[in-house]
């Protein structure tokens, strides 16, 4: 008996929605590790968006590598190369 992750892996596969459904799971885990303080907006190649707002922008930035560490350890591995913050109005 197939598993069901397997089969879905294969369908999005087919359908060409494997790089938006894994972004998706990307940013559903990086929104985990950041607990509220900023929402993941957008994952490309790598690159992960993180929308801060504005009192929290420089602590965050000067915080990136542990963010950055913090995220990575929660998808078990290193699928995020960098953070690009856009600060939220």
């Known amino acids: 008996m197939e598993k069901v992750e397997s089969i879905l ?15 998706a799971f990307i940013c559903q885990k990086a929104d985990q590790a950041l607990r509220g303080i900023a ?3 957008l994952y490309k190649d790598g ?9 929290y ?5 000067a915080e990136s590598q542990k963010w950055l560490a913090e995220i990575n350890k929660k998808l078990k591995k290193d699928e995020i190369k960098r953070i690009r913050f856009r600060v939220d109005n």
């Open 9 to 23: 892996k294969r369908c999005l596969k087919k359908r060409g929605l494997g790089k938006s459904a894994q972004a």
């Open 39 to 41: 929402q993941a907006v």
């Open 47 to 55: 690159v992960l968006t993180i929308l801060v707002p504005r009192e």
């Open 57 to 61: 922008s420089f602590q965050m930035q």
